[in-house]
């Protein structure tokens, strides 16, 4: 009997989730986008202390990820900091924007006012800091790597995203209440309730027809004994 509402409570967490998922799926997408951009940017760093090669990449022709990886441009501006850590920290903190709306969400409060401008402030960030790595590989080292465009991509999608949750801030927050199951079962409960009434309802009326039925007739012999 004790397992009983740990199993409600389970699948009540799991169909939130879904509707969690479905109703946001801007802000879930961003929060994968900002952990996968986080993992290669982790790679990248540990690659170039290491100054190893990268792997699952290209090492001759346009595309060489150990040219950009290595050259005096994955850098911060000639220091030993490569610049896949300010990667790491941009990917750490727009996750947290979006894992700030999406817990907003799930305990059905409003996100705080001026999460929507803060996130896309920092999505035009990270794309000016894309565009000026993009116009490094292309017109400096005339060298694409695999890697940092998948990171590249990331960093504009989520641009993309935050700039589309800014246009809809006048809209209403996704509701992750499941209210609608309850009318279903006042539904089927009035619908249950309503042959019995019925049931009920026509059995006086079947009574007074039997009543009615034997004075109907003894009058008519009444009748036909005077005649």
Sequence with gaps: MAEAPVERSSNETGARLLLLVQRAPGLVAMLLMALLGLGISIYLTVIHYQGVGVAFCSTTGVVNCNLVTSSGNSVLFGSKFPITIPGMIWFIVSGGMALIALLAIWRNRREPARLRGA??????????????????????????????????????????????????????????????????????????????????SRQPSAANNGVRRPAASGNSSRQRARR
């Design 119 to 200: 996130h896309l402030l920092w999505g035009i960030m990270g794309m000016a800091f894309v565009l000026y790595l993009v116009y490094a590989e292309i017109v400096l080292l005339h060298t694409l790597c695999e890697w940092c465009t998948v990171v590249h991509l990331l960093t504009f999608a989520t641009f993309l995203l935050t700039l589309n949750r800014w246009q809809q801030r006048g809209l209403p927050a996704p509701n992750l209440s499941l209210a609608t199951v309850g009318p279903r079962a006042s539904n089927g409960n009035d619908n249950t309730s309503r042959p019995a009434s019925t049931a009920a």
